[in-house]
């Protein structure tokens, strides 16, 4: 099967402090977040001038594709300009006929795989006669991914103020979602769990890569009603937890994300810092794969699978998932989104 472009479908995030509370909106429409929880995270955006730095990221990362790829590649975004609708109208125009369709994300579930679906789904409906769209797989257990994290950890470990020897924590940490969310990840048939499930054995490949046994997979930046159960615990909470048994050097690997989103330098390289600073503790955060050119490879390798028929390079037994047409479901009920009640509903 022949392909004409790569779409390149992320997040999207505010350019300047005006974009801030609209874009926050996007992200937050029909989840019932309370507007003081808003006002907190705008407050996390202004503090860097407004400015998420993962658009920015996304045109590198594309660039360094580019030259791996033998493909045009177009940007589109969720939540934020160049939003995906846009962009599959310009794919349209100039004749686009099928493209493949990369998502910044590496994991199942509702938020890091399914929602991709969905945005493929609400593009296509805004274009007549849209061109046909074939997402990628996941990739959260491919090899290089997991060795960009090693090393990554293994640099990270090299900055913590302390002599050769010296023991350390590894901390894990991925976005938090609702308990609930988490339970319906995945195909039903599978038991749900999926995205917790692959987020543990994508830190214990890590882990393993450096040569540890011993280490903790936590979460962050849960942004929900505070009456609904999140995956726990947060990182900062933790980070405490464990300066309570003794521990005194962490490093924190942010093994949930692809690149430094506003969630990474707010929640861990801030707050989780500034927390173990306070309490005395040697801090380093793992870098995102984002600008390794090993993410590059891992993405042309992606693309290569459909445009050459390459082999499926994995590490972990889970099945490869996430490869879908024109945004169909990976399985009927697959991560099916939580019914939100309606007004006056009876519960």
């Known amino acids: 099967m022949s392909y004409d472009a790569l779409l390149w479908l992320s997040f999207g995030g505010p350019e300047g402090p005006e974009d801030v509370r609209p874009f926050l909106e996007n992200v937050t429409r029909g989840r019932g977040v309370p507007p003081e929880r808003l006002d907190e995270v705008e407050q996390h955006y202004q503090h860097f001038g407004g400015v998420s730095p993962i658009n920015a990221l996304n045109l590198a990362a594309i660039e360094a594709v580019r030259g791996l790829v033998d493909l045009p590649i177009y940007f589109g975004n969720r939540n934020w300009h160049p939003m995906v609708e846009d962009t599959l109208a310009e794919m349209k125009a100039a004749g686009v006929k099928r493209a493949l369709v990369f998502p910044t994300s590496a994991y199942g579930g509702y938020s890091a795989c399914r929602q991709y679906d969905e945005d493929i789904l609400r593009a296509r409906a805004a274009v007549e006669d849209a061109p046909e769209l074939v997402k990628l797989r996941q990739f959260f257990d491919h090899p290089l991914f997991v060795e960009s994290f090693a090393d990554s950890v293994r640099a990270a470990a090299s900055r913590l103020p302390v002599g050769p020897g010296d023991e350390y924590r590894l901390v894990f940490t991925a976005h938090s979602v609702p308990v609930s969310a988490d339970k319906a990840a995945g195909p039903p048939e599978g038991g749900g769990h999926l995205y917790s499930r692959q ?48 521990v005194r050097n962490v490093v924190v690997c942010p093994i949930g994300f692809v690149s430094d989103h506003l969630e990474v330098v707010w929640d861990l390289d801030t707050e989780a810092r500034e927390r173990a600073q306070e309490l005395g503790m040697g801090f380093a955060r793992a870098a995102t794969p984002n600008d390794d050119p090993r993410f590059a490879q891992l993405v042309a390798e992606l693309v290569a699978e459909h445009l050459a028929d390459a082999p499926v390079r994995k590490l972990s037994d889970f099945p490869a998932l996430g490869c879908t047409t024109n945004g169909a479901f990976c399985a009927t009920l697959c991560c099916e989104p939580a019914k939100r009640p309606t007004p006056g509903a009876r519960r």
Do not use: N
């Open 199 to 246: 987020v543990a054995e994508a830190s214990r490949l890590v882990a393993e890569a450096v040569g540890l046994s011993d280490y903790d997979v936590v979460w962050q930046s849960r942004s929900g009603p505070p009456q609904i159960p999140w995956l726990e615990p947060d990182v900062v909470d933790h980070i405490e937890t464990l300066y309570d048994k003794g």
